[in-house]
């Protein structure tokens, strides 16, 4: 098992993995594999799964997650990147979002041995309804595939990210407009980001993985 160049996830013959977070171990999430190492156990982080572990394995630059970050989720879904993100954020803070109540029902089930993790039935669209919940954060990460995805992560980065804080969007580009190349949708989407202020630090593609899909990095 060997250290990548980011904080809490580790590479094994060509795939990563994250540490089960204390309380877990012998616990899966979505049928991942389990390994033991060094009497640690490590959960496979499927990037046919995960966009998340998409990106890493395609080389997305600079992901400033660490041990103690706070992160505001948004498109948590039923909890499969939430709960790797979790096993690396094992100090820190997952406010998971999602508007979902089928969903929400799963997530909150995975959440139950995780103590790092808030998981919150509601609208990304409207993110003073979480005020009261979620602080500022070190880092936001969205995954919605809606028209105005840009629109939505933009509001919550200017409600929510701290200064010098990080950002990460997967655009899904049919969502935006069918009639537009992907390349042409993310370059839009760069577009909008940096009129609001945004600094982009990376793109990839992960088309190998999720067709149509891609990942950017911002900092504000
Ligand atoms: C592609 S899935 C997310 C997958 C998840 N991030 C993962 O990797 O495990 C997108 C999710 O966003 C949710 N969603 C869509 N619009 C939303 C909104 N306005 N607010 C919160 N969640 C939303 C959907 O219900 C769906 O579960």
Redesign the pocket.
């Known amino acids: 098992m060997k250290k990548i160049d980011m904080e809490g996830v580790f590479k094994r013959n060509g795939k990563i993995f994250t540490e089960n977070i204390s309380g877990c171990k012998g616990i899966r999430v979505y049928n991942e594999k389990l390994i033991t190492y060094r009497n640690k156990e490590f959960r496979s982080w499927n990037p046919y799964?995960?966009?998340?572990a998409a990106a890493i394995l395609n080389g997305l630059k600079d992901i400033n997650i660490s041990s103690d970050s706070h992160i505001l989720?948004?498109?948590?879904?039923?909890?499969?990147?939430?709960s790797h993100v979790s096993d690396i954020v094992k100090n820190g803070m997952v406010y998971a979002?999602?508007?979902?109540p089928f969903?929400v029902k799963k997530l909150l089930q995975m959440s139950k041995k995780r103590k790092n993790i808030i998981p919150m039935l509601?609208?990304?669209?409207h993110p003073d309804r979480y005020c009261t919940i979620v602080p500022t954060v070190d880092i936001i990460y969205q995954?919605?595939?809606?028209r105005n995805q840009s629109e939505?992560f933009i509001n919550n980065v200017q409600r929510y990210l701290k200064k010098n804080g990080q950002g990460i969007i997967?655009v899904k580009a049919r969502s935006v407009d069918v009639s537009l190349k992907s390349k042409q949708v993310y370059e839009l989407i760069i577009k909008d980001l940096e009129k609001h202020g945004l600094n982009i630090v990376d793109m990839v593609e992960i088309s190998r993985y999720e067709k149509n899909h891609a990942a950017i990095a911002i900092s504000n």
């Open positions: 799964r995960s966009k998340l989720y948004l498109g948590a879904a039923t909890g499969t990147t939430v979002v999602e508007n979902s969903a509601s609208d990304a669209n995954d919605i595939s809606q939505i997967m």
